[in-house]
């Protein structure tokens, strides 16, 4: 086993590290303080501070400028009395047991929980014990506080058998009270002068009498293990937060929720802190959000049915903040005033012609209502004047859409008639419209509207139908005919219709039914996708999304629920139970109230709730929320892949997510061309154009490596294909990519999967399309790497490590195999595999059994043909996860110990340190030639970057 050298003897510091967040505070100047593993974080000075050697920190203890820092066995003091800067007064210092919880006792003396139920009493100015005192109820304990009332100590602990204890550690050892009601271990405690509360992994938050023992709430809405509680004073609140992200605020004298948001994704909210009106939490993704909890949202709801019981309401619609339109099944059309709680007519039944049938639209204070005959009404929505155009068809309208075109003052509409019939209509000043232009919408089932925009450019129509599909339109190019679309996709948001179309930064934005949002590019004369995502889970009917500054709230239906959610932190702002989307209804949203009326019963029914958009502050860049499986570097950024689904470029100051897979994104690569592949779960690989301005990523390729199935880009998850010899349940667990020798090819791809299947194939990013050539069957692929071998006689080298410890070389030419060999290293699974050609082609491997191999490939015939070790080492105390060439003379491996070691070519460690990613996954050498400029990234939960 090799013993690391002293960190000083490379030139090695800590670049960007993304990890969970352990513990947050809010220190007295207000700023917030988070730990990242053994480090800690002024989110307001931007200074990091390493605390302890190798223990992540679980908690911090603000008192004056002082921080008291705590995690596993280690404690330690950090000083903030200058300037915020952080300085550490009190070194590590190892304690006896794992600490659960410490108060400070004044300025000399500091008290500790340890997990064995006892209690010591520290020197602040040493860190030593000066007294132990053991519970008599000696057990374990995961959860527990530490209170001095009135200068006495006062400790109540969370046992593994679901009690909290209470006792008084300096006065008697004995348990003064114990509680009964909780099911499952518990995680925290928090003591008040009249009330305990206390969390578990029963899922519920207990608020119990702190004197009798009795339960005064036991309060469910967590769906999943609940981890930290905090006290809100200043509202007689308590927040909780659990492993199901969200963030509750209760109020405790009535156990009523105040507040409900989700502000992280992943595996859940690890760290939670309030004061001073502000709640801090800290997740797994990553991420700091700092926000403020106002008191409950107070609504009023008012029905109004008196002189509408003649003739049953048909529509609704909002025309101002207090106004409210309302169509009769007489045509009668009428405008209840909600401050006066009265109305008027504005159509009478005869002069409308809208009996019995009619459609909206709202369009920038107008309301267009269309009818049977072909009749348009233009109704403006302040003067409530109104005329009169006629379709040039007297038929039925079936829609009438109302047109985005950002950028112009413009106000475009279009109507649907019969046979897909669609007409695009530009209002004018005088309160009336004039035909421009004339489409048909192709055929199929519900052929009519419910979106459209204009692009920015004003060249090009881009409408959604009722039957989920999208469709392109040019706008410049003149015609005496009916424009048929230049580009159409059916079905790209299911079979409930694109509720929402916008343009964002020349990019389409379409909103469906189906509950995802997508991201079109208009490239030559189609539709191209480039981002797909899906907002919230479990919601399959969103609405539209709102810019309310800078926040974006969702208008969505949830079951019989109409709700409004602020996207960035997850807070729900409004609620109601409505019987579900397929009913008329409208919702109307300003600074401060949201107005929503709905047709139920024969009934129109209006509420008005006030909402407060909660500010928010979010400090990082969000990470994967779970495992990152891969990753590589790509000009400035980093791009990782994880087991969310989801990719995600890190640059410098932020983060960009990037959706698409629907199963694990195991492995990603990315070729000297610029096109980034990833691959996971379902036999999925794609490829990724970046873009050199944006951190996004564009979509360029889809397909299905098992099925042999390519899926064209611009085709939703519904697209059908012939499946009969897929296997959805393998997996690609490793994509590696090298330069082609063949002219039709941009480069060649290499995809090991589960089954134990080899995949080679060829992109062509003129056709956006991957096209296999051939695959072969082998055992248990680990991981997969292609070069050319010999650009001459165009031949590459595959070569592949597997679980049973063997590495096969395969030389493929002209896409079929013209020999193999293979050699036996490791007595376990290989985990890491590295190859280098040149002058002596070298290969290097670590596996399970901990040991880094490093053997030479020699060729005869202008084939490489052996594989022969030279020379072995057992580096880690565990597994080896990764191995690297970092130039001739190095090498670097990461194994499951958390261990980076940089060893020599015989194996002799030159340097060794702790990463503070747990359960490394992966581990990555930046593209930059000179040595002294290395970076060096390893990957886990979480990442943290060393450079060299």
């Not at 000083?8 to 990890?19: A, H, I, Q």
């Not at 891969?630 to 990719?647: K, N, P, Q």
């Amino acid at each position: 086993m090799v013993q690391g050298k002293s960190e000083s003897t490379l030139p090695v510091k800590v670049g960007r590290t993304s990890v969970a967040v352990t513990a947050v505070c809010i220190a007295d100047d207000n700023s917030v303080v988070a730990a990242y593993s053994s480090y800690l974080v002024n989110l307001k000075t931007k200074q990091r501070l390493k605390v302890f050697k190798h223990q992540a920190i679980h908690s911090l203890y603000v008192s004056n400028s002082s921080l008291l820092v705590c995690g596993g066995r280690s404690i330690s003091i950090v000083d903030m009395s200058h300037d915020s800067k952080m300085n550490i007064s009190r070194p590590e210092r190892r304690l006896k047991d794992w600490i659960i919880s410490a108060v400070w006792m004044g300025e000399k003396s500091i008290a500790v929980l340890f997990s064995y139920n006892s209690v010591a009493i520290l020197d602040s100015f040493t860190l030593a014990s000066v007294q132990d005192v053991q519970c008599d109820s000696c057990c374990i304990i995961y959860g527990g506080c530490l209170v001095v009332e009135e200068g006495v100590l006062v400790c109540c602990s969370g046992t593994v058998f679901n009690k909290p204890l209470l006792w008084k550690p300096l006065l008697q050892s004995k348990v003064v009270m114990s509680y009964e009601g909780h099911s499952g271990v518990i995680f925290d405690i928090k003591l008040t002068e009249k009330k305990l509360f206390s969390v578990s992994d029963d899922r519920t938050l207990i608020i119990w009498d702190r004197w009798s023992g009795e339960i005064e709430h036991r309060l469910y809405g967590h769906t999943a293990r609940v981890l930290k509680v905090a006290l809100m004073p200043w509202c007689e609140g308590v927040v909780t937060v659990g492993e199901d992200n969200q963030c509750i605020v209760w109020r405790c004298e009535t156990g009523e929720k105040m507040s409900n948001i989700t502000p992280h994704s992943g595996n859940g909210i690890r760290s939670v802190c309030c004061r001073n009106n502000t709640v801090v939490t800290g997740g797994w993704d990553s991420s700091v959000v700092e926000y403020s909890i106002t008191s409950k949202n107070q609504h009023h709801q008012q029905n109004f049915e008196s002189d509408l019981d003649l003739e049953s309401p048909k529509w609704v619609c909002w025309i101002t903040n207090a106004r409210l339109l309302v169509q009769l099944s007489s045509g009668e059309v009428r405008v209840y005033d909600s401050e006066v709680r009265d109305f008027h007519i504005v159509l009478s039944s005869a002069e409308s012609g809208f009996k019995g049938y009619s459609t909206h639209c709202k369009l920038d204070g107008l309301v267009i209502v269309g009818g049977i005959t072909g009749r348009i009404c233009l109704l403006d929505c302040e003067s409530l004047r109104f005329s009169y155009v006629n379709c040039d068809r007297e038929s039925k309208i079936y829609s009438l859409t109302a047109v985005s075109c950002k950028g112009s003052d413009r106000k475009f509409f279009i109507s649907c008639q019969d046979a897909g019939h669609l007409v695009l209509w530009k209002m004018s000043e005088s309160l009336t419209a004039e035909t421009l232009e004339t489409f048909v919408l192709p055929k199929c089932r519900n052929r009519w509207l419910t979106s459209a925009c204009i692009n920015e450019s004003e060249e090009f129509l881009v409408v959604g139908d009722r039957r989920g599909g999208i469709h392109l339109y040019p706008l410049k190019i003149k015609s005496c005919e009916a424009k048929s679309p230049l580009f159409s996709v059916s079905g790209l948001h299911g079979e409930n219709g694109i509720s929402q179309l916008t343009t964002q930064q020349n990019l389409v934005v379409s909103v469906g039914r189906d509950g995802n949002v997508r991201h079109l590019k208009i490239e030559k004369e189609s539709l191209v996708i480039v981002k797909k995502y899906k907002p919230m889970s479990g919601v399959y009917w969103v609405e539209r999304l709102e810019q309310q500054d800078v926040l974006t709230v969702m208008h969505y239906f949830h079951g019989q629920q109409f709700k409004m959610t602020v996207l960035e932190s997850g807070d729900t702002i409004f609620c109601v139970e409505c019987g579900g989307g397929h009913r008329s209804w409208d919702a109307q949203f300003d600074e401060s109230f949201v107005h929503f009326a709905y047709v139920k019963n024969y009934q129109v029914k209006t509420l008005k709730q006030k909402v407060t958009l909660n500010l928010y502050k979010r400090y990082g860049s969000v990470n994967h929320g779970s495992e990152i499986n891969s990753a590589v570097y790509h000009r400035d950024l980093i791009v990782s892949a994880g087991e969310d689904c989801s990719l995600i470029a890190h640059s410098q100051d932020h983060s960009v997510t990037i959706s698409g897979h629907i199963s694990n994104v195991r492995s990603v690569c990315v070729s000297d061309c610029g096109v980034l592949f990833s691959a996971g779960g379902r036999g999925s690989l794609k490829a990724w154009h970046i873009p050199p301005d944006r951190t996004d990523l564009d979509l360029v390729s889809d397909y299905t490596v098992v099925s042999g199935t390519h899926i064209p880009v611009g085709y939703n998850s519904s697209y059908r294909f012939d499946q009969r010899n897929s296997d959805n349940d393998q997996r690609v667990m490793s994509v590696d990519c090298c330069g082609s020798t063949d002219s039709q090819f941009l480069c060649m791809v290499a995809c090991g999967l589960s089954n134990g299947e080899v995949y080679l194939l060829g992109y062509t990013p003129d056709s956006r399309f991957i096209r296999l050539l051939s695959h072969y069957q082998h055992n248990c692929i680990t991981r997969v790497k292609l070069t050319v071998s010999c650009p001459e006689t165009g031949s590459l080298l595959l070569l592949l490590s597997t679980t049973f410890g063997m590495v096969q070389g395969l030389n493929i030419r002209e896409s079929a195999i013209d020999s193999k060999f293979s050699c036996r290293l490791h007595s376990s699974g290989i985990n890491g595999l590295d190859l280098r050609l040149g002058p002596s082609a070298e290969v290097l491997t670590i596996g399970d059994d901990g040991d880094v191999i490093r053997s030479s490939l020699s060729a005869s015939d202008s084939r490489l043909d052996s594989i022969t070790p030279l020379a072995r080492r057992t580096t880690h105390f565990s597994a080896g996860i990764a191995v690297r060439f970092l130039n001739t003379d190095r090498l670097i491996t990461v194994g499951s110990d958390q261990r980076l070691y940089v060893l020599d070519r015989d194996l002799q460690p030159v340097y060794c340190c702790y990463v503070d990613v747990p359960d490394p996954h992966d581990l990555v050498i930046s593209t930059t030639a000179s040595y002294a400029d290395l970076a060096v990234l390893v990957c886990g939960k979480g990442l943290q970057e060393f450079i060299m």
